[in-house]
């Protein structure tokens, strides 16, 4: 009612002729709908077509393609402007990139090269470090040569930059991470210590040094068991911490139990004492039955100083009338360096954030047993094995299926040495990609004749049912990580190299090592890559990247020996912040070559200690034994038997170890690596280990700067004035 009443009634004064608001002339003219509804209307676009006939339409159409010219030059005018805007915004968000860190000391010099000189120097290094060779232009060529004229500049600054920073080495701080974590893994370590005998009898020396080339040939892949997890790398697009805690590594990596009456998997045991290393040793004539472990232990003692010290528990055993020798972990160090401890507690880290788990949880709640061969005696596995020729079968698993060889040249890091081959040492995967995947067990197993599952179908849905009787018992919780491989192997002299004589003097035996894998990556085009993690601190950020040390490139070149097909990659983590810096991907000839080129060192001499080690010993009778190297020993290392009662040159193992694992100060500096530079410097653009550039622009003095100096002399100040005319 109010909005009605509001109306304004009266009309304007524009719209009122003789005092009418609408005229009854006014409406039969002007109106519309009067004229619709008279059948007057008349629509004025009836005849446009007959009236436009005689209209120059060329006329109009070259005005409307200069009209459209127009709007598309303004159109591409504007997409120049938007991309312009694009890239003033991208500018504006700087890329992620990892480690960047003031600097802690202050340089004492600048370098020789200025910031250009540097950044081509370094241009050229990252070209030669791709795995694939590069095709060179005209301007990289050129690039090339200006690097080698700078070579020895280069050469001269890098080490007085290398003196600087170990004379810096002194005053940075280290610090245990997880120390309650890494004394609770010592202890339980060390339980198996004082598990074996206490009195030993030296009785025999094993060299480290011959004069022989000694090869290991891949014969088969004995046994599968448990799955491989997906490994994730980070992508770098923004930090990537690794901070964890005791409690958390406790509850995904306890320690282990080493009683074998309590251990719920016989795997986690040590190999004399896991039963299916010895029911393998027996069907396929095996000379030496060791661990992973084990091998990082003995390739870790090429010369000059043989400065390490460990012990090797070992035992003897008689199988088919020859002796086998076993040879378990290590046994843990009394003491170690702080950087040595934090890089061990960082390979469970690294597990723990790029290692995707999950746990199969079967429906039994019975004890897990994973010896696959239950009772060896028992009637129904020996009646199998007398139908199948002893022909054991290997698990197939899920995370196994796809996983590709590749060659080592298309993966691997190089260097600029990357064209050397490795010539004393060859590993001869034979048979087709997947051999590590599908291989059958056979007595009379050889690198050249054994078969795969994937031959032959119907044989191996006859080995898949005898697994199924054999391992009818698995079952519980088991995660994925928890996989192992038991892999045959040949050591022996080069057969291109050695003559009859020779092979007469140089025997080959058979290796049976146990290994465990870290997991998979999954490349872009859906490849899964087998992976191990091996973490590297870095305690120089500031300086850029450290070089890998002799004793963690032996045990990476040796593990990737022991297994085929896969690649290693090398986490640099910084010691300080627990960020992951950057990512390496090696092969074990890229490390052979890092191993030549930083320390002069024919990697595959660690060999010849290996096959000294099965020929000292495999004469020997059964029993345990112990193998010790000392300082004093030098190149050599002693073999001590289990005697029952102390006397005189009788060594006591338990007095060896006391109730704290200590920590030894002042660790030796780790020198940086001069071709290897960290994501700091190549965003820099800097070269490794090289002072910071010198500027490569001089400004000139400006003439109006000079001039008001200039005028500025001849100035007095009013205070001195004042005080003169006083």
């Not at 009443?5 to 005092?19: K, V």
């Not at 050129?142 to 080495?169: C, G, P, R, T």
Request: include cysteine; hydrophobic fraction near 35%; charged fraction near 25%.
């Amino acid at each position: 009612m109010d909005r009605f009443l509001n109306i304004d009634w009266n009309p304007s004064l524009e719209d009122i002729i003789n005092n009418s608001f609408m005229d009854q002339e006014r409406f039969e003219k002007e109106s519309v709908m009067h004229k619709i509804m008279t059948g007057n209307f008349i629509d004025p676009f009836k005849n446009i077509d007959v009236e436009y006939k005689d209209i120059k339409t060329d006329l109009m159409n070259d005005i409307e393609s200069e009209a459209d010219e127009q709007c598309l030059d303004d159109s591409i005018e504007t997409i120049k402007m938007e991309k312009k805007i694009q890239v003033k915004q991208a500018n504006k968000i700087k890329r992620y990139v990892p480690g960047i860190v003031k600097p802690i000391f202050k340089f004492p010099k600048k370098s020789k090269l200025n910031k250009e000189q540097q950044a081509k120097c370094l241009r050229v290094l990252l070209r030669f470090s791709e795995s694939d060779k590069p095709k060179i232009t005209p301007t990289e060529r050129e690039e090339l040569q200006n690097y080698m004229d700078l070579q020895k500049i280069i050469s001269q600054e890098q080490d007085e930059f290398l003196e600087f920073a170990k004379s810096k080495w002194h005053e940075r701080s280290f610090s245990i991470i997880c120390e309650d974590y890494i004394n609770l893994c010592w202890k339980s370590k060390l339980q198996n210590i004082h598990n074996l005998p206490r009195y030993y009898a030296e009785v025999a020396n094993v060299p480290f040094v011959a004069s022989k080339n000694i090869e290991v040939k891949f014969i088969s892949d004995c046994l599968q068991m448990g799955q491989l997890s997906k490994i994730v790398l980070p992508t770098f697009t923004r930090p990537y911490m690794l901070r964890a805690n005791s409690e958390q590594l406790l509850k995904r990596f306890p320690p282990k139990n080493y009683i074998c009456n309590e251990s719920p998997v016989c795997f986690k045991l040590p190999v004399s004492e896991d039963p299916n290393c010895q029911k393998l040793a027996e069907n396929n004539n095996v000379d030496l039955v060791i661990s992973s472990s084990g091998l990082n232990c003995l390739v870790n003692n090429i010369g000059p100083s043989y400065s390490n010290s460990w012990i090797l528990p070992l035992v003897i055993k008689r199988h088919n009338d020859k002796n086998v020798i076993y040879i378990d972990k290590a046994a843990p160090p009394n003491a170690n360096t702080i950087p040595n401890k934090n890089n061990w507690i960082y390979k469970y880290i690294l597990k723990y954030y790029l290692v995707r788990v999950k746990h199969l949880i079967s429906e039994s709640t019975e004890a897990y047993s994973d010896n696959i061969f239950g009772d060896v005696n028992c009637e129904e596995l020996l009646k199998l094995e007398d139908e199948y020729e002893n022909t054991l079968p290997h698990i197939h698993t899920e995370s196994h299926v796809n996983v590709l060889a590749q060659t080592e040249n298309e993966n691997s890091e190089g260097t600029l040495d990357e064209e050397n081959t490795l010539k004393d040492v060859k590993l001869n995967c034979d048979g087709s990609s997947d051999t590590i995947l599908n291989s059958n067990i056979s007595n009379s197993t050889t690198a050249k004749g054994h078969e795969t599952l994937g031959k032959d179908e119907n044989k191996n849905a006859e080995n898949n049912q005898v697994y199924e009787l054999v391992a009818a018992n698995k079952s519980s919780a088991m995660a994925m990580e928890d996989n192992v491989s038991y892999k045959l192997f040949a050591i022996g002299p080069q057969s291109l190299e050695q003559n009859e004589l020779m092979k007469n003097v140089i025997k080959e035996y058979k290796m049976l090592v146990r290994t465990k894998t870290d997991g998979f990556e999954i490349l872009q085009n859906n490849v899964q890559k087998l992976l191990l993690l091996a973490p590297k601190l870095e305690h120089q950020v500031d300086f850029g990247a450290e070089a890998v040390t002799l004793e963690e490139s032996l045990k990476q070149w040796i593990s990737l020996i022991f297994r085929p097909l896969t690649f290693l990659a090398r986490v640099r983590i910084s010691a300080e912040t627990s960020e992951i810096l950057q990512v390496e991907h090696r092969t074990a000839m890229s490390i052979s070559n890092e191993i030549k080129r930083l320390y002069n060192v024919k990697v595959e001499d660690s060999l010849t200690i290996l096959h000294n080690v099965v020929q000292s010993l495999i004469n020997l009778s059964p029993g345990r034994y112990i193998m010790r190297h000392t300082v004093r020993n030098g190149s050599f290392a002693v073999i001590y038997k289990e005697v029952e009662s102390p006397g005189k040159n009788i060594f006591d193992l338990h007095t060896v170890y006391g109730e704290q694992f200590h920590s030894l100060h002042n660790p030796p500096w780790i020198p940086l690596d001069k071709i290897v530079p960290n994501p700091m410097l190549k965003c820099f653009e800097r070269m490794p280990a090289m002072f910071y550039p010198i500027n490569s622009k001089t400004f000139p003095k400006s003439r109006k700067s000079t001039a008001i100096k200039k005028s500025n002399t001849g100035i007095v100040r009013r205070s001195l004035r004042n005080k003169k005319k006083k």
